[in-house]
């Protein structure tokens, strides 16, 4: 069971309440709206580019001549 606060710490809690306000909280995720959707799409771009070039193999029929 908690004991009561008393006049000091309903002061400092009181004081304290700005730390809770939404403008400070969460301020990269609200800065950045996409940028997670857009990692996981880059992400599974770059797994199935890989996943491409390692099933295609080497090309055997090259048509330049060197």
Do not use: C
């Not at 939404?22 to 880059?42: K, Q, S």
């Not at 580019?49 to 193999?57: D, I, K, L, Q």
Request: proline fraction near 8%; avoid cysteine; hydrophobic fraction near 35%.
């Amino acid at each position: 069971m908690a004991k009561p606060l008393g006049p000091t710490g309903e002061f400092f809690r009181r004081r304290d309440e700005w730390r809770k306000h939404p403008m400070l909280t969460n301020n990269l995720r609200h800065a950045t709206p996409g940028l997670g959707i857009a990692l996981v799409a880059f992400g599974i771009y770059l797994v199935g580019e890989a996943a491409y070039n390692h099933f295609r193999g080497p090309d055997t029929h090259s048509t330049s001549h060197h």
